[in-house]
């Protein structure tokens, strides 16, 4: 009722200020900028709903002339406080108690005071300062009564043929939540909260503490920050051009790597603290960039890069319109066309974002089309942003911390560096690069000389392989890192698996008949894992994990299967399902989505994926209870280098209870990090465990193992007719083969005979994980190396974010590629883009050379400018 008696006056208002702001128009002279003006002191007038949705709506330049687009730019409302009366009851009613009692000092003088809310400042009784950010009395009424009028008035205007396009209404529609979003402080806590753990670990941007237990709806209580806000940053004990360079960093840190940004980055919003730290205040609005978004967007700015105009067009259509069916005609993509080319270029040296979605949204318009709701609200953050930016160092050049962002997927180096590995690969390597040259014309994946996603420029043409180094056709010699993705753990070579392999061959390969090889290798498995374990054979990772989900499908009678987001589990369909390049959906709740051409849609969309180390991943999997076979699961994700022993557990006790079956993935960790796995570290017992690499002492394997029962679903009950349908078939002629099974047979009796192998390679990992970590860190590079048990990664990073997509999100590709040739140069061998590896070959004096190759090259690449923030900049302190 009383919601409705307010949009009454609402609309009353609406009709009032409409009518006044004609007959001024009417009356005086009638260009653009005076019209623009009106509208402005209109929507000033309307309250806060209309001036975000104006300066929102102001950004979509095909919509507005570009001088009224230009007048909502210079938009700040400033207001009077409220009256102390008025703001005790407020506090009273926010905090649940008089503000005397919470708080040993409050400034009656606020802060700031803005549309929505004001701020003051306040102590604890500890002592502590904070800052009190208060809703204005009666604003969230007003704010929810302007929504519905301007809805309303959105749709009157949307019969307007010639508006029609834009569907203001439906625009509205998206916004309309954020808008209203402003007043309640919970959310805006949240939010504040959310940046916060985003930026966790960075070395020069800061969110104030949420003081939770003092917040409500409409009291928001946070660490008070000292600084200069708004100001010139002189405090900042910064040059201006170092301090800009950190704005544009945090700002797109936000908008490409998180996808959720401060749409409001203004001077009044930020505050520069000593150390030349960025503090980012007010999350009242906060946009965001879903996956699919910042996907649609990296292959947009991957296009356009290479120069590829027509399907940067295609993509940009994508990605930014809204109704993309209507944007196919030749003179679309021709105009469009021109200006991707002039924005990226040609001219650069005076890049600005906003310019040219300004430009590509005029088109847009032209052509009956409009940007997304996420992307203009993209549109009016990098408007303040872009533009604060221009103020503090109007010389930057932005393009060149844009490209740190926008080429992140670009698998390709500079000109120069390029140039200088081709030289140098023609000096050092010709005869592999003729084999490059050659393979190319025959060759295609699985093999390396040509990786299905972001191929190696100068792929390693190897000869020969022994211990810890490889050396090439050429005669180059490298200290190996990639470990052929996991089966050498002995190094290359051993003595006791090339015997072994020899003998084996020189009695006949044999494979689909039985002999005691296999026998001998099944038992060796089983040893060590379980007293009651079976064991089947199989002739990869992949083939495991696809016996192993039938296995689970015929044990439980149910379908589907639940897996993680980012893990890899083969190349089969199932296990490719959100395994490593694409994610999709809420990053606590994904949604399926395939990684290749060519997989089956219902294989997709029958996975349920899952968040690791995220608990409600395990409430999801408890309410798909009757329909799961399995949970498969990385219990140490290669992504990540480490495990969550608590949700290991937890994740067992949920499945255990529901009776889905617990699958373990340990083809790469299997016999790598324990004579066993991860869960002989972790003490869990999943139902069935996969395997692969190691076991077949670097040829083709894979097992299954598991508990007998489980295990043994896969047997023949000598019933034919029952079998086919209540049995799991598992067949592969080279499956058990004598080779493989004598050489991954040497590997275990090996291991097995010197237990000592694992913490060595323990005490070796953390070793190196810290001295490269220490190199990178007095370079002032932003570096992460994590790892342990012989598994570790190399980022180049400031965050640790832990989930995979978000490490993906944050990858700089082209800086990892570039380490590994890097690498190359001083004796190293680096897998491009995949997990490190130690293995028990690699002596002390390698690792030496391993990290004195990579200082050389992490200094080399900073003075290269690979990294936009130098060391110097990265003095910040904790706040
Ligand atoms: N699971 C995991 C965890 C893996 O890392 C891999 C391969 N790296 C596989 C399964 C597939 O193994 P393969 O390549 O032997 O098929």
Not at 310 to 321: D, E, I, K, L, S
Not at 393 to 411: K, V, Y
Not at 618 to 643: F, G, K, N, Q, T
Not at 820 to 831: C, D, I, K, N, T
């Amino acid at each position: 009722m009383r919601s409705a008696g307010l949009a009454v006056v609402e609309a009353g208002r609406v009709l009032w200020w409409t009518v006044v702001l004609a007959v001024r128009f009417g009356l005086g002279r009638r260009d653009r900028v005076r019209a623009a003006r009106l509208l402005r002191a209109y929507l000033l007038r309307m309250g806060p709903l209309y001036i975000k949705a104006g300066q929102v709506l102001g950004t979509q330049s095909g919509l507005l002339p570009r001088d009224a687009v230009e007048e909502f730019r210079t938009f700040f409302a400033e207001l009077p406080p409220m009256r102390d009366r008025v703001l005790r009851r407020t506090l009273r009613r926010g905090l649940g108690r008089s503000p005397d009692e919470v708080f040993a000092a409050f400034d009656m003088r606020p802060v700031a005071a803005g549309s929505v809310a004001q701020v003051h400042r306040a102590r604890l009784d500890n002592g502590e300062t904070v800052a009190v950010k208060v809703v204005r009395a009666g604003v969230r009424g007003r704010l929810e009564a302007s929504s519905t009028v301007l809805g309303a008035l959105l749709s009157i205007v949307n019969v307007l043929p010639k508006v029609r396009g834009y569907d203001l209404p439906g625009h509205f529609r998206e916004l309309r939540p954020l808008l209203t979003g402003q007043c309640d402080m919970a959310g805006e806590g949240a939010r504040q909260q959310e940046v916060a753990a985003n930026f966790r670990n960075h070395p020069f941007v800061r969110v104030p503490r949420v003081h939770e237990e003092l917040s409500s709806r409409d009291v928001l209580v946070m660490d008070f920050v000292e600084g200069a806000s708004g100001h010139l940053p002189d405090e900042a004990g910064l040059p201006p051009h170092e301090l800009a360079a950190r704005m544009q960093d945090a700002f797109y840190c936000m908008v490409y790597f998180h996808g959720v940004f401060h749409v409001d980055p203004h001077p009044g919003n930020l505050v520069f603290a000593p150390g030349g730290l960025l503090v980012f205040l007010d999350f009242g609005l906060v946009g965001r960039l879903s996956e699919d978004d910042r996907w649609n967007l990296a292959s947009f700015y991957y296009a356009c890069i290479r120069k590829e105009w027509t399907t940067a067009v295609r993509r940009f259509t994508r990605a930014f319109a809204v109704r993309p069916e209507r944007l196919t005609g030749s003179a679309y993509e021709e105009e469009l066309g021109r200006i991707l080319r002039r924005h990226f270029e040609e001219e650069t040296s005076r890049w600005s974002t906003l310019a040219f979605l300004d430009d590509a949204i005029r088109i847009l318009g032209r052509h009956g089309s409009r940007i997304t709701t996420a992307f203009s609200v993209l549109a009016l953050s990098l408007l303040t942003g872009e533009g604060f930016i221009a103020k503090v160092d109007p010389d930057i050049d932005l393009w060149a911390t844009t490209r740190r962002f926008t080429d992140r997927f670009a698998p390709y180096l500079n000109d120069e560096l390029r140039d200088r590995l081709q030289h140098q690969m023609a000096d050092t390597a010709p005869r592999s690069l003729a084999l490059r040259k050659r393979a190319a014309r025959r060759l295609v994946a699985p093999t390396h000389f040509d990786r299905f996603v972001l191929p190696s420029a100068f792929p390693l043409v190897v000869d020969r392989a022994y211990g810890s180094k490889l050396r090439d056709v050429d005669g180059n010699e490298y200290i190996d890192l990639g470990g052929g993705f996991g089966p050498h753990i002995l190094g290359y070579a051993h003595p006791a698996v090339v015997a072994a392999i020899q003998d084996a061959a020189a009695r006949g390969a044999v494979n689909a008949v039985g002999h005691p090889g296999e026998v001998r290798l099944a038992e060796l498995i089983a040893e060590a894992f379980g007293p009651d374990h079976r064991v089947l054979l199989a002739n990869s990772g992949t083939e495991a994990v696809q016996v192993a989900l039938r296995i689970a499908r015929a044990f439980t009678g149910r379908q589907r299967v639940a897996k993680f987001e980012g893990h890899y589990h083969g190349f089969s369909d199932q296990g490719l399902v959100s395994s490593w390049f694409r994610y999709r959906g809420d990053p606590r709740a994904p949604e399926p989505v395939g990684n290749s051409a060519g997989m089956q849609d219902a294989v997709v969309a029958e996975t349920l994926v899952l968040q690791y180390g995220e608990r409600g991943s395990l409430d999801r999997i408890a309410a798909h209870a009757d329909e799961l076979a399995c949970v498969i699961v990385e219990p140490m994700p290669s992504a990540l280098a480490d495990y969550d022993a608590e949700f290991l557990r937890a994740l067992s006790d949920v499945c255990g209870k529901a009776g889905i079956l617990v699958v373990y993935d340990e083809v790469v960790t299997g016999f790598r990090v324990a004579y066993g796995g991860v869960q002989h570290i972790v003490g869990t017992v999943p139902d069935l465990t996969c395997l692969g690499k190691i076991i077949g002492g670097g040829l083709p394997a894979g097992a299954v193992t598991g508990r007998a029962d489980v295990v043994d679903t896969a047997r023949t009950s000598g019933d034919p007719f029952h079998d086919v349908d209540g049995r799991a078939f598992a067949g592969g002629t080279m499956s058990g083969n004598s080779v493989t099974c004598a050489a991954g047979t040497a590997v275990l009796e090996q291991l097995r005979a010197w237990p000592d192998t694992y913490p060595g390679l323990r005490e070796r990992t953390s070793w190196l994980v810290a001295d490269l970590a220490a190199r990178a860190a007095d370079c002032g590079v932003p570096c992460q190396v994590r790892g342990r048990d012989s598994i570790f990664s190399i980022t180049f990073d400031h965050a640790t974010p832990s989930l995979v997509r978000d490490r993906l999100a944050g990858l700089d590709v082209t800086a990892t590629l570039a380490l590994a040739y890097h690498m190359r140069g001083h004796g190293v061998f680096l897998p491009e883009l995949h997990t490190l590896l130690l293995s028990a070959a690699h002596s002390d004096a390698d690792l030496e050379q391993v990290s004195e190759a990579f200082g050389k090259s992490v200094r080399e690449m900073a003075s290269a400018g690979f990294f936009s923030i130098s060391r110097e900049r990265l003095t910040g302190e904790r706040l």
